[in-house]
């Protein structure tokens, strides 16, 4: 997903007043927001000042809530060696009064995902997560508080790109059918169907005022789901505290009756904090807010308490950089457009560690660069926090082939599924207009026309189609399908390891001599991917 950052005027960016309700003598409402925390807690803005901010505004008016847009539990050591727990207990402490699950916070599996819902103090939400088994919400749609005789509704929702961005398998039986649902489809109108509805209901219950709290993007995002085109096709929602790509913004749009939807994103990493305040007046505003205030300290010890748990277990070296190992380039996650000699680095790491013809290694999972100086467990995980296995497939040249034609197929847009090598070097030619075909839940079926990828080669030789080769990879591509990659299924499973990325990185660098920087001083890589845009 592109991250647009937007210019900050002394800490604050501040959309228009949407809004105008008849005049009425109650006192403001201040709904704080945030998104895709990704366990960053304590990098820019600290969770304990959020907490101390929501604290300090109660004293001027006790009509203030907290809600968060998902993405929250996963995307760090802090995630992942608790499986989510440590982020559950230090968003309690903190205060939130309503949050939803994004794509992320299936990432240790339903199983855990259900564990973990109920010790949210204030509950998941999602009016469009469904049990197919049933035909039942997973989770309560809404929720609604009284404020000052006001009632204000928050709809929850979840980006149907979860099926796909998460691992598919999570929401399969065990023969591969999928049993729950996120109301996907190929132009937008189930999921848009569910929201009105939610939104509807929480009318009917006298809601005067209806935030929607989703996670659904803007670029980078199918545009189908994303949260302008739901804003185009919905009525009632009177803004949309959006999250997934990472994007910091306050905008105004129009829903399907040409009436003003504030739409808001706060970046990722607690880069800001969304402030939205319904005034005395009826009118609504929207701005981020940089500058909190000292950190509550009873927070903070929290975050601090769980912080070293993890710092003692990851603190041990494995080896030292030489060079600064990157995933951005100018501002843009090249890792998900295009070669870097991170990509170069983990790809040849996985195939030497599984003694594999090659090595593919989706872009999505490279969650921050690798930089110069001490290697230790903790950057790698910070690095790689999704706590994958390693997988050997038998894979023919025309599922090869495929599978790196999915991935090139939004360039120059960001691409989860963008894949970064090792054993192969391949031309993306983005002249050609992409001709990938997905089904309803993201995955691939075919490419109907002309390919962007060719000139494949491996070892050094072309591609032949009708060979079989050896192909390595994390469990998420290999095996649970993960960014729409169905092309394997059925294909041989030569090895389904125990070894982690981790472990496969940190081995690769001990093979090094513990030393990371020859061969990849350039961080464009060495010239694996070719991209044709003239």
Known sequence: MHRKIGKLFGGLLTALCVFFLPLTAWAEIVVLHTNDIHCGVAQNIHIAQLAQYKHDLMKETPNVLLVDAGDAIQGEPLGSLTEGAAMIRIMNSVGYDFVIPGNHEYDFGMTRFLELAPQQKCGYYSCNFLDKRTGELVLPAYKIFTM??????????????????????????????????????????????????????????????????????TNGAISVWSSGAVAAHTTGINAIIDGHSHEQYT?????????????????????????????????????????????????????????????DLLGQPV?????????????????????TNLGDFVADAVRATLHTDVALVNGGSFRAPITEGTVTYKSLATTFPFSNTMVVRSISGAQLLDVLELGAMNYPEENGGFMQVSGLTYTIDARIP?????????????????????????????????????????????????????????TPILRDTNISDLDAIAEFIKEQGGVVGKGYENPTGEGRITILTE
């Not at 649902?181 to 005022?209: K, M, P, W």
């Not at 903070?300 to 993890?310: G, H, Q, R, S, T």
């Not at 950089?321 to 070669?339: N, S």
């Open 319 to 339: 080896g030292e950089a030489k060079v600064d190992l990157v995933t951005d380039i100018d501002g843009v996650r090249r890792v998900r457009c295009g070669e």
């Open 148 to 217: 000052d005789g006001k009632k204000i509704a928050f709809v929850g929702v979840t980006t149907p790109e979860t099926l796909i961005s998460s691992t598919p398998i999570f929401f399969q039986d065990n023969e591969g059918k999928f049993i729950y649902t996120f109301c996907e489809d190929q132009d937008g109108s189930n999921l848009y169907a569910h929201i009105q509805a939610a939104v509807d209901e929480a009318r009917a219950e006298g809601a005067q005022f209806v935030f929607l709290v989703g996670h659904l993007g």
């Open 251 to 311: 905008r105004v749009d129009k829903n399907k009756n040409g009436e003003d939807v504030i739409i808001a994103q706060t970046g990722t990493k607690l880069a800001t904090v969304g402030k939205i305040t319904i005034h005395d007046d009826g009118t609504i505003t929207s701005e981020l807010v940089r500058d909190l205030p000292p950190p509550d300290p009873a927070v903070k010890a929290i975050v601090d308490e769980e912080l070293k748990k993890v710092d």
């Open 434 to 490: 992409s001709s990938v075909k997905l089904n309803e839940q993201g995955g691939f079926v075919e490419v109907t026309g002309a390919r962007r990828v060719k000139d494949v080669m491996v070892d050094g030789e072309p591609l032949d189609l009708t060979e079989d080769y050896t192909v390595g990879g994390t469990n998420y591509i290999m095996r649970n399908g993960g960014n729409g990659i169905t092309m394997f299924d059925g």
